[in-house]
Nanobody, 117 residues
Framework: QVQLEESGGGLVQAGESLRLSCAAS????????IGWYRQAPGEEREFVAR????????VFADSVKGRFTIARDNAKNTVYLQMNSLKPEDTAVYYC??????????WGKGTLVTVSS
């Protein structure tokens, strides 16, 4: 089992930045990659960014390219999502998800990001 805990959400104005954290615990050796997803009110959950544990390769949704970065701190088993130039349409609950080598996905409980115009 892998446990994930997100933190760092909050209320910011458009143009400002936030850094989200996803702390992993438990069987972290099973993790192949960690991704960030978000779900706005009334919308489906969508992919935001992903980082591979093996190669540290990254993937981003087109909507956040150039504004968001993702990084991993091996010692802390934590993945960070740095969000710059935030827009009101970035408002959502942000979730991190760990994909294991056995193709199991674990989800965190989410952290709310609100961007005011």
């Amino acid at each position: 089992q892998v446990q994930l805990e997100e933190s760092g959400g909050g209320l910011v104005q458009a143009g400002e930045s936030l850094r989200l954290s996803c702390a992993a615990s438990g069987s972290t050796f099973r993790i192949n990659a960690i991704g960030w997803y978000r779900q706005a009110p009334g919308e489906e959950r969508e992919f935001v960014a992903r980082i591979s544990y093996v190669l540290s390769s990254t993937v981003f949704a087109d909507s956040v390219k150039g504004r968001f970065t993702i990084a991993r701190d091996n010692a802390k088993n934590t993945v960070y999502l740095q969000m710059n130039s935030l827009k009101p349409e970035d408002t959502a609950v942000y979730y991190c998800a760990a994909d294991t080598f056995g193709s199991t996905r674990y989800w965190g409980k989410g952290t709310l990001v609100t961007v005011s115009s």
